[in-house]
């Protein structure tokens, strides 16, 4: 099981940023895909997350009406907007246990390496 993320990089708060992640053949198949992330001294928070079949999307609200995930298949995508400082963090792509998962960290089989975004003020 492999799954790449990148599309991580150094921006300014206000620009916009394209993060990828792409799973092994077979991996997401008929699985919920998710972003995640983590800032230097706090814990790992759910970022958002989009169904098996792209129906139903959930973002976190420090996010909404700025991040958009998106996947066509075992490919996924996370386009961020209006980037803020406290945007700065690890990015995490994750493969979740069922067709739907939520928020929790738990309900996600397979994990990606990290890619770093930082956001300058």
């Known amino acids: 099981v492999q799954l790449q993320a990148s599309g991580g990089g150094v921006v300014q708060a206000g620009d916009s940023l394209r993060l990828s992640c792409s799973a092994s053949?077979?991996?997401?198949?008929?699985?919920?895909m998710g972003w995640f992330r983590q800032a230097p001294g706090k814990e790992r928070e759910f970022v958002a997350s989009?169904?098996?079949?792209?129906?139903r999307t959930t973002y976190a609200e420090s996010v909404k009406g700025r991040f958009a995930i998106s996947r066509d298949n075992a490919r996924m995508s996370l386009q961020m907007n209006s980037l803020k400082p406290e945007d700065t963090a690890v990015y995490y792509c994750?493969?979740?246990?069922?067709?739907?998962?939520?928020?929790?960290?738990?309900?996600?089989?397979?994990w990606g390496q990290g890619t770093l975004v930082t956001v300058s003020a």
């Open positions: 994750a493969v979740g246990l069922r067709p739907y998962s939520g928020s929790d960290p738990g309900s996600y089989r397979y």
């Open positions: 053949k077979g991996t997401s198949r008929n699985s919920a």
């Open positions: 989009i169904s098996f079949n792209s129906e």
